[in-house]
C-alpha cells in the first residue's frame, strides 16, 4: 500500500514517436526496465505522420509525460520544434529524447552518440577514440551523431566517407575538426592504419544488401562496428570476424541510448544486462 503521507507513486507515461513505429524495440527495452526497478508507469509506441509531428509534442505536457523518444522520420525535424535543444542535439542536427520541464517547456537531446560510444566501452573495457584514425561510413542523422561522439571523447582523426560526397562534406564543415570527407570510391583505401571503423549506413540491413567495402587494408587490431541491429551479425561484421577483427554490434547502440533518457525522466541510470538483451532479441 502507498505510504499515505508520500501519496500514490507516480505513474510515469512516456512513449516513442515514429512512422512507422511499431517495429520499434523501445516499448520493450523500457517494459523490461520498468519491471526491473518496479516504476509504475507505461513506455507506449505513438504512430505520428511527420506533417503532424510539432502538434504531438504539443501535446505530452497536456497528457502528462515525461517525455518521448524519437524515431525515424522525426529527430532531424524535431530540433527546429521543440522550445529548446542541448549542445549535443544542436551539433548532433538531431534529436532522439525529449523531456517535458515542470513548466511544460520541451527540451531535446541526443543520446544517440552516448549510446554508440557506451556500447563499444560494455564491449571492450579499455577502449578509447583516441587509439587511432576512425573512418566512418555514411553521413546520415546516425553517423552525425557518432561522429560529434567520437570527436568529444578525442579522435585524432575521423576519415568521413559517404555515398553522396557532398553529405559528408557538410557534415565534415558543419562539426569542424579533424574530420575529412572523402569520395566513397575511396572507402577501402581509408581503411589503411585504422584503429576503428564504423558502418552508419543502412546497408547491411535486413532487405538491404551488404556494405560494399573492400577490408584488405585494414590493420587486424582495427575494431569494427556496425550500427546495424537487424540482423546483429551483418555480413561486415561478419567479414571483419573472419579475418581477426574484433567487432561490436549494432544492438548495444540501442539499448545505451535509452540510459540518458530515464535518468532525465525518472532518475535513474538502468543497467543494461544479458538478460535484457536475450528478451529484446527473443521479440517476435
Ligand atoms: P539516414 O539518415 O537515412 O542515413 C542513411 C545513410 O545510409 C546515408 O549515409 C546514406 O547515404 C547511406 N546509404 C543508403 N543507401 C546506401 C547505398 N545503397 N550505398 C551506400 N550508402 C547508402 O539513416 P540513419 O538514421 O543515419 O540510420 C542509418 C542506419 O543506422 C540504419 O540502418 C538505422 O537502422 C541504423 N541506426 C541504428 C541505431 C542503433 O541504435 N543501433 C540508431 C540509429 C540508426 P546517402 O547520403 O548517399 O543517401
Known amino acids: 500500500m502507498a505510504d499515505a503521507e508520500a501519496g500514490p507513486r507516480p505513474y510515469i507515461l512516456a512513449g516513442v514517436m515514429g512512422w512507422p513505429v511499431m517495429h520499434s524495440l523501445s516499448p520493450r527495452l523500457h517494459g523490461h526496465w520498468f519491471a526491473r526497478y518496479d516504476v509504475r508507469g507505461a513506455y ?7 506533417e503532424r509531428l510539432e502538434s504531438a509534442l504539443r501535446a505530452l505536457p497536456a497528457l502528462g509525460f515525461r517525455g518521448c523518444n524519437l524515431t ?23 534529436a532522439n529524447c525529449v523531456t517535458v520541464g515542470a513548466d ?46 567520437l570527436l568529444d571523447a578525442g579522435a585524432s582523426e575521423i576519415r568521413l566517407s559517404n555515398r553522396t560526397r557532398a553529405r559528408a562534406e557538410d557534415l565534415a564543415g558543419s562539426i569542424g575538426g579533424p574530420v575529412r570527407a572523402h569520395d566513397w570510391a575511396a572507402r577501402g583505401d581509408l581503411l589503411d592504419g585504422a584503429a576503428l571503423v564504423v558502418n552508419a549506413t543502412s ?12 577490408l584488405g587494408p585494414l590493420p587486424a587490431s582495427a575494431l569494427v562496428a556496425d550500427i546495424v541491429y537487424t540482423p546483429r551479425d551483418t555480413p561486415l ?19 545505451h541510448q535509452a540510459r540518458p533518457c530515464w535518468q532525465v525522466w525518472i532518475g535513474l541510470d538502468p543497467e543494461v544486462t544479458p538478460e535484457l538483451e536475450a528478451e529484446l532479441i527473443s521479440s517476435p
Request: glycine share 14%; hydrophobic share 50%.
Open 72 to 94: 525515424i522520420p522525426h529527430k532531424m525535424m524535431a530540433v527546429d520544434l521543440l522550445d529548446d535543444v542541448d549542445e549535443t542535439a544542436r551539433r548532433s542536427g538531431s
Open 104 to 149: 511544460g517547456r520541451l527540451v531535446g537531446t541526443s543520446t544517440d552518440g552516448f549510446g554508440f560510444l557506451e556500447s563499444l566501452r560494455a564491449a571492450l573495457p579499455g577502449w578509447s577514440a583516441a587509439a587511432g584514425p576512425a573512418v566512418l561510413l555514411g553521413a546520415g542523422g546516425a553517423a552525425r551523431a557518432i561522429a560529434v561522439a
Open 237 to 255: 561484421l561478419r567479414a571483419a570476424q573472419a579475418r581477426g577483427n574484433r567487432v561490436v554490434d549494432g544492438l548495444g547502440m540501442l539499448l
Open 44 to 50: 507506449v509506441p505513438l504512430e505520428i505522420r511527420p
Open 203 to 214: 546497408q547491411g540491413m535486413a532487405g538491404q544488401p551488404p556494405l560494399d567495402v573492400d
